[in-house]
């Protein structure tokens, strides 16, 4: 049984490690003493549901939830891998899988799954699969009216297998079958990086997979080659990955045998420091490394190692917070865990680990407040903190997004912005590049014309807060005297579509024209759209022009 077997896997590493062990002012045989008669209590408590529960009880299914709910009651990212998926660990670690390369979703209107985003130079792309497209059937298995993962799962296979796909385009109404080779798919950790033409580089690390501090030296020399005099780092969005890959991306920019972090357990095994191992490429060009709430771990070392070495501006929102550190771990059966083993600290000392959890029944966790966090310095003596991730050095706030586009783009219940793209693509052969593409009013008064034709309706906030308001009102008694009041403010936030898409035209057309990029230049090309309204972005230029503001703030 699962749950046996990993508790007894525990209980091993517990036993092996019993010599330096003091857990709660327990002695080490009454800790041992403890976790055996836990695992003999969880045995016998199987055996006896075995042989008098009224149902047969399916040792995989029930097993399994009893894994998850000891997991569940520790942290986020202790998980356990069965034989069945544990090649989603290899998966996460490695990033690669084999299948066709486009990312699916369920359409909502259609009740199927349509591919969403073919990718550069993968099987799906070669073939001529286009965003919308309806997938129908796989081989001979039925794919309409099913979810995504199980299309998924029949897309992905071994590499070099073979399957026929049966696709209906909107666009056209035509069924198309084709037949696709699975390939090994390698999500590039730098989708982006390009210099500008005032000499200011900029890369886009994505993800910390194996080998990704390879992709970003090549960015990096090519770029400085070609007469780069400052970098845009942007880790905005990048929940992290292998540690060692962030350590040898700082290395990029730090001088050989420079701590980067370190790792601290409850065993001395997970205790280890990681310093960098070679020669830079550069350790003075100015650096300004773009953050947010979703940069997180390895990411989080990057940029934490890069401010508390002084050796870079940080800019954006603060960080997620993630200073746990997990490890995999072969476990019986050809299953698998991912379990924390440590907290990581960065040169300065701090661990910017935002939340504790707390192991009681059911789990539940504890924001670290700014209050109890405490002080550690650069190395030039500049004032940093612990807990709640890494604070920018400069904060700059993105612009929220309006409730009708976040409808529009994210709702389930309406497809009227894809449909658009659809047939905006279908219609038009080529774009101008992602660096001067834009919609004409005409396309925008044709978008709106659909919208309100599609009975487009959403739920405004405003209107929400306002019928809170008054039940408040009506129940403390004032409402007869505000009533007027109540009722004018009423009517001018009457729900008007057409008012709200003018309103947000802009920021609407920046939707569309992203979404329309990326059908003709693939994420590449949605990355260097984005840029050209990127609050962020544009603050970093202009510090990297401002050299004396630049190392001012690096100073104490």
């Known amino acids: 049984m699962r749950r046996y077997v990993l508790s007894l896997f525990l209980a091993v590493m517990v036993l092996s490690f019993g010599g330096v062990l003091r857990m709660s002012g327990q002695s080490v045989d009454d800790r041992q003493f403890e976790v ?6 969880f045995n016998e408590l199987y055996r006896t549901l075995d042989l008098l529960y009224v149902d047969t009880l399916n040792a995989k299914e029930t097993v399994g939830v009893a894994i998850d709910a000891m997991l569940g009651s520790l942290d986020p990212y202790t998980d356990y891998y069965s034989s069945e998926n544990s090649s989603e660990l290899k998966e996460m670690l490695t990033g690669k899988f084999a299948g066709i390369g486009a990312m699916i979703r369920y359409n909502q209107q259609l009740k199927s799954v349509v591919i969403e985003e073919p990718y550069e130079g993968m099987p799906a792309a070669e073939i001529g699969l286009k965003k919308g497209d309806i997938i ?15 299309v998924s799962s029949h897309l992905r296979g071994e590499p070099g297998t073979t399957f026929k796909l049966k696709v209906k385009r909107p666009s056209t109404g035509k069924t198309l079958q084709m037949k696709v080779t699975r390939r ?46 400052a970098l845009v780092f942007d880790l905005r969005d990048n929940g992290g990955g292998s540690e060692m890959e962030a350590v040898k991306t700082a290395n990029v920019f730090l001088p050989k045998d420079e701590l980067i972090v370190s790792n601290r357990g409850k065993l001395p095994q997970a205790n280890r420091d990681y310093r960098t ?10 650096v300004v490394v773009l953050v947010d709430e979703n940069t ?17 501006v940080i800019m954006g929102t603060r960080t997620y917070g993630k200073g746990l550190v997990q490890m995999p771990v072969d476990l019986p059966f050809r299953s698998q865990m991912k379990i924390t083993t440590s907290k990581y600290f960065i040169p300065s000392g701090r661990c910017i680990q ?60 309406t497809e009227v912005l894809r449909n658009y793209e659809i047939d905006y693509i279908a219609s038009h052969g080529s774009i101008a590049s992602p660096s001067e593409f834009a919609l004409s009013d005409a396309d925008y008064a044709e978008f709106k014309e659909r919208v309100l034709r599609s009975g487009f309706t959403y739920d405004r906030q405003s209107e929400k807060y306002i019928g809170e308001l008054e039940k408040l009102i009506r129940f403390e ?28 035209r802009s920021q609407i057309c920046r939707q569309l024209e992203y979404d329309i990029v990326s059908a003709y230049y693939y994420q590449r090309g949605a990355i260097e759209y984005s840029l050209r309204h990127d609050k962020q972005f544009a603050e970093a230029c202009r510090l990297l022009n401002s050299p004396d503001e630049y190392r001012k703030i690096l100073k104490k």
Not at 367 to 383: I, N, Q
Not at 393 to 412: F, G
Request: proline fraction near 3%; aromatic fraction near 8%.
């Open 354 to 413: 935002a939340v504790n959890y707390k192991h009681s029944r059911g789990g539940y966790k504890e924001h670290v407040p700014d209050s109890l966090t405490k002080v550690f310095y650069t190395r030039a003596g500049r004032e940093v903190r612990d807990g709640g991730g890494i604070k920018p050095d400069i904060e700059v706030q993105v612009d929220s997004m309006a409730n009708i586009t976040v409808y529009l783009a994210y709702s389930d219940t």
């Open 136 to 150: 129908l059937s796989i081989d001979d298995s039925v794919m309409t009216d099913k979810t995504v993962p199980y």
């Open 184 to 229: 090994l798919i390698e999500d590039s950790a730098v989708p982006f990086y390009k210099l500008m033409g005032d000499g200011i580089g900029y890369i886009k690390l994505r993800t910390f997979i194996e080998d990704c501090s390879k992709e970003v030296r090549r960015a990096f020399i090519d770029m400085k080659e070609k007469g780069m005099r």
């Open 296 to 312: 997180a771990s390895s990411s989080e070392i990057v940029s934490g190692a890069l401010q508390d070495l002084d050796r870079a």
């Open 477 to 504: 008694g004032y409402y007869d005297d505000v009533k007027s009041e109540l009722e004018a403010m009423k009517k001018k936030l009457q729900h008007n579509v057409e008012k709200d898409l003018d309103y947000n």
């Open 36 to 41: 055996s008669k836990q695992l003999q209590v």
């Open 277 to 286: 191992t070679v020669e830079p490429l550069d350790t003075l060009m100015p």
